[in-house]
């Protein structure tokens, strides 16, 4: 499968190396519209270069395309939508889009909740850092009890690393009312939920505050277990110093390139009176980075269990154990 | 009633400006443990000082408690308590203290939530910020319709504006599983509620998620109609730019002292599916100061009615009008 990665951006060098990863995938070239740091980059590590109108790099992007099986649009919300109606349908381009694009982009996925959705479909769109997190953690409380009713509080990171113009510095800012977060969920994963976000200075993760009851009663360890259970869920204790999301990425920092944290990291301090109270901080630059090489394999037509195996395995997913009985 | 003040900090500054505002009471003095720039704020605004060994300003603690009939305790959390067995019992001398203090230093209070329980009390501790905003809140819910069961999510500033040597500058810390604030809200308003807190790096406000469930079915107007009844609420439109805590704190700067907000903010943008979703944003330096000024009444026996009232008018509490109907 050759893959041509179009937007070189945050999630774009993390679906790069991705790709490049995989035994069934070939990095066909990565496609830049703006000329920055990130040409030097892909430079560096050895990417193929294309430039939209072709004034940098091997080529335009209807180069790239003429080369590749099928695209990840990784370009900035909304731009995903215009390449799609300019280029990949004309071309007859297949693409996975990121979660930024309008749902009617393409048929919303995420790997573990709704896998068999994208099965040879030809326009596929992961949807975004948050709803992943979430998809994953409900879709096995779902899986396993039931979710009778969610509410999810967001603490969203203001900007990412890279981006020196965002704020706020010093504030925080709520949305209006409940968020769009739980609508982008049920187009995955169909379970009672509402979401609300506010946004918070810092760079690093988001952090989630689930509250939920299940039909099922689980004890505590019963719960615990479950998620151990599931590679992309990264339990770890709240008591061995990781408790905050700077602890966690000089965690990952340490083990992983770039630091990057694929897995939802559940903190163990799970309460339960009735209702389930779970914590999980979510890495915004990198956990989609294993739904988009899923993705790009359920459009072939590849079954759900070899996929996430071959995905796991290459990148890693699942080799950080933070939390031990 | 002739008031000295124990620890002039954040909270100390504010509640000897507060009880200035009073005509039943007058400021004895204020104390400083440590020598600094608070020696000249004190001195900048006509305070008389004392320190605790007498090593600077008019004298010691002693000869600053031969003056009072009353303290208020605004020091450190548990050097309060240390004072009271130190001082305060031995000199036979009633003090307010504050939510630092462990909940047996004296009656817990909130103003609107349980002010008769008080009434001629020798030792009084208010709650902390969170605690005080979420009791007023609560208590006027739960008077109109009762509190079936309430979640609240607490994405709590890191430092105050002054404490220049604490953090996180890039992290969210969560709490290690449910947090004690609602065992503190217990002690004042007896209604079934679950806390949990987060801490992010801003120091302008907390803000306060709650979810919940009455047993009435009040409707969103109804509901608002409440809010704006209770002048120590503030409600203001998500819709006309204050939808940040920088916002919020840049218009009472404009308003007020300092910018204290005493005031709860209640974002406009409730919503109610079965269930309630209300944010609120609690300025932390500010808005226990009214409750401490009623503590004190309601110490010497006054009906809370008649102290209410006058804090709020001497204070200017519910001054502040953000939204029209």
Redesign the interface.
């Known amino acids: 499968m050759k893959v041509g990665i179009v937007g070189y951006g945050v999630i774009g060098r993390r679906a790069a190396d991705a790709v490049e990863a995989q035994p069934d995938m070939e990095l066909a070239g990565v496609l830049k519209h703006t000329r920055n740091y990130g040409v030097g980059l892909a430079g560096e590590r050895g990417h193929r270069l294309f430039s939209t109108d072709g004034s940098f790099g091997e080529g335009s992007i209807e180069d790239l395309l003429a080369e590749v099986d099928v695209v990840v649009d990784s370009t900035p919300g909304g731009v995903g939508m215009r390449n799609k109606e300019e280029y990949y349908l004309p071309g007859s381009v297949p693409a996975v889009f990121q979660g930024g694009e309008a749902p009617e982009v393409g048929v919303s996925f995420n790997a573990l909740a709704n896998y068999e959705d994208a099965l040879n479909r030809k326009y596929v769109r992961v949807v975004s850092c948050n709803t992943t997190a979430l998809a994953r953690l409900l879709y096995i409380l779902d899986d396993g009890w039931g979710v009778e009713d969610a ?1 999810v ?1 967001l ?1 969203r ?1 203001a900007a990412d690393p890279n981006e020196d113009r965002k704020g ?1 510095v ?5 949305g ?3 968020s769009h977060h739980a609508r982008d969920l049920q187009e995955v994963l169909p379970v009672p939920v ?1 979401t ?1 976000a ?1 946004k ?6 988001h ?1 989630q ?1 689930i ?1 939920l009851r299940l039909y099922g009663q689980p004890g505590r360890e019963e719960l615990v277990d479950a998620l151990l259970r599931e590679p992309r869920i990264l339990v770890v204790p ?2 061995e110093g990781l ?5 966690l990425r000089d965690y990952a920092r340490e083990l992983r390139f770039r630091g990057d944290i694929y897995e939802n990291v559940v ?1 163990d ?3 339960l ?1 009735g ?1 389930v ?1 779970i ?1 999980q ?1 979510v890495h915004q630059e990198a956990i989609v980075v294993p739904e988009i090489i899923d993705a790009l394999r359920a459009m072939q037509g590849i079954r759900k269990e070899e996929s996430l195996e071959l995905t796991n395995r290459t990148l890693g997913v699942g080799a950080l154990r933070a939390y031990t009985r």
């Open positions: 509410y509080v603490i990171r706020p010093n504030a925080i800012l709520p209006n009312g409940l509402r609300k506010y918070v200075p810092t760079t690093l993760m952090m505050d509250s709240s008591s408790n905050s999301t700077a602890r903190y301090s799970i309460d009176d209702r109270y914590t901080a």
